[in-house]
């Protein structure tokens, strides 16, 4: 078997596309369709066929897909553990982080974590689902940690759900709601409400939550951005809607009011992304577990929050 085919193959499978395929391999388009020309001929099957877009599969090329990604991982695997015997951690991890990550965990973990492993490099990127998904396709990221998305179907990912919290509604003082009283969702019908843009991979899962209640709000802004939604909700009369992990450090500091959203409550998912045929490394894998750490001491610290509150309210 030679292992750079396989590679490139799993490449145009996953691109959909020879041009695409030689950008993620950094090598030339020729290159690639030579590669995958000798493996189709020493396999005697046609493993792609052209189409408009770029390349479908065949059957026999799904096929030998699924057979060859536990091969890939397997060879990866061996390279690391190798490396893991030279001791300390070293090395670089590439990172993707949406805005709810880096807001909430990231300064924690992040900080701990260069600490005890100096010899560790980062290249974090805060983006949203859409663009730090096709970053770890590309080959551009090791990993990211994303919301509702993707689908499960998207070719050349493994997924993995770290935390799983509560939505929660974030208004200004001059709305005047009591903190942590449960507002039920059909009560956004007469709040102005600020939400990511259509693009963004949670839009679509909000608005499908609020439609379910039969609801529409009084007026929806879009606003792509975490700081900016943030300083105009605590300013103005509107109103958001974000996961814990997000806004649990502005319990008792009077700029924002949080609400947990109930009958019903809107379920937000952190979800592990990784490439299928590459193994995370060992510096990778434990900065996940100490953000999956994190996430878990947040979801604790929550219970708390509302178990208190609760008792307070009977008395």
């Known amino acids: 078997m030679n292992i750079r085919q396989v590679q490139y193959f799993a490449a ?38 052209r189409i408009p877009q770029g390349v479908s599969p065949t059957v026999a090329g799904s096929e030998y897909y699924t057979l060859c990604i536990p091969i890939l991982r397997s060879i990866h695997e061996a390279e690391q553990k190798i490396a893991e015997l030279r001791g300390s951690l070293s090395g670089t991890i590439r990172a993707g982080l949406i805005p709810s990550l880096t807001k909430g965990v990231l300064a924690q973990v992040l900080d701990g974590f260069v600490r005890e492993h100096p010899g560790v490099e980062f290249h974090l990127v805060e983006a949203y689902s859409q663009s730090l998904t096709e970053q770890v396709i590309a080959n551009k990221l090791d990993f990211a940690i994303v919301p509702v998305m993707p689908e499960t179907s998207v070719p050349g990912l493994r997924r993995r759900v770290l935390s799983i919290e509560k939505e929660l509604l974030l208004s200004g003082p001059l709305l005047g709601l009591n903190e942590l009283e449960p507002i039920p969702l059909a009560d956004l019908a007469d709040m102005k409400l600020v939400l990511p843009s259509p693009a963004n991979s949670r839009r679509p899962y909000l608005d499908s939550q609020i439609a379910k209640a039969g ?4 007026r929806i802004m879009n606003i792509d951005g975490m700081t900016g939604t943030l300083e105009f909700v605590a300013e103005s009369d509107w109103v958001t809607i974000l996961p814990v992990t997000n806004c649990i450090n502005e319990l008792g500091r009077g700029r924002m009011t949080l609400n947990p959203i109930v009958k019903p409550e809107i379920i937000f998912e952190f979800i592990l992304i990784e490439p299928s045929h590459r193994p995370l490394s060992a510096a990778a894998r434990l900065f996940i577990e100490k953000i999956e750490t994190r996430l878990s001491e947040i979801s604790v610290d929550w219970q708390r929050v509302v178990k208190n509150s609760r008792k307070r309210n009977k008395r």
């Open 12 to 49: 145009v499978y996953e691109e959909g596309g020879f041009r695409k395929a030689a950008l993620r391999e950094n090598c030339t388009q020729s290159g690639i369709s030579q590669h995958i020309r000798k493996l189709e001929e020493r396999l005697g099957v046609s493993l792609f066929e």
């Open 215 to 218: 609801i529409v709000p009084a």
